[in-house]
């Protein structure tokens, strides 16, 4: 193979992550400021529908982060978007984006929503005072899986925060939330 053709090659591999996060990318973004809102209160309802836990965690939780629809793709380089809402009981009080970054062995696109439950005081200071908060860095986020659920109870609720990913759809190899950065934005 010819220099030509592995620079070709090359540039191919990396830019597909970005070419299909363009592609996918309308479904990420809300309209609106009231679609937002609208798809977070529905996002919240699938999510409820489909695990009782995350219902009794909503019932002592501080505040929801809500992201009804991340797109994420990858092909070696990964990478995703999607915006959210920071609800207080049912009502949205900010504004956020989440924006994801991977490498390794990836193929594929997806979509999916996610809720990060804040249980304490030092979760919500956390976000409100960080410019950005980093998946994995400063308050324990906890990823519940069906595992971790069963697990769970109003006296066994010990971290910071609590994620639920949902209504995954799409073909990828792996989904996880760290290396996730979240930060405000205007609406």
Known sequence: ???????????????????????????????????????????????????????????????????????????????????????????????????????????????YGYVVFLMTDKAMSYLQKSKGWEIGVGPTVVLVNEGVAKNLSSTTLQDDAYAFIFNQQGLMASLSIEGTKISRIKR
């Open 1 to 111: 193979m010819d220099l030509n053709r592995r620079s070709l090659l090359a540039f191919a591999v990396a830019s597909a992550p970005v070419g299909s996060i363009g592609l996918l990318g309308n479904r990420a973004v809300a309209a609106t400021a009231e679609d937002l809102n609208r798809d977070a209160a529905q996002a919240l309802q699938t999510l409820y529908r489909s695990n009782p836990v995350a219902v009794k965690i909503s019932k002592i939780a501080k505040a929801e982060l809500v992201f009804p629809n991340i797109v994420k793709a990858g092909l070696i380089f990964g990478g995703g978007y999607g915006e959210g809402v920071l609800m207080e009981g049912s009502k949205v009080v900010e504004y956020y984006n989440s924006i994801n970054g991977s490498w390794g062995l990836q193929a594929g696109a997806q979509s």
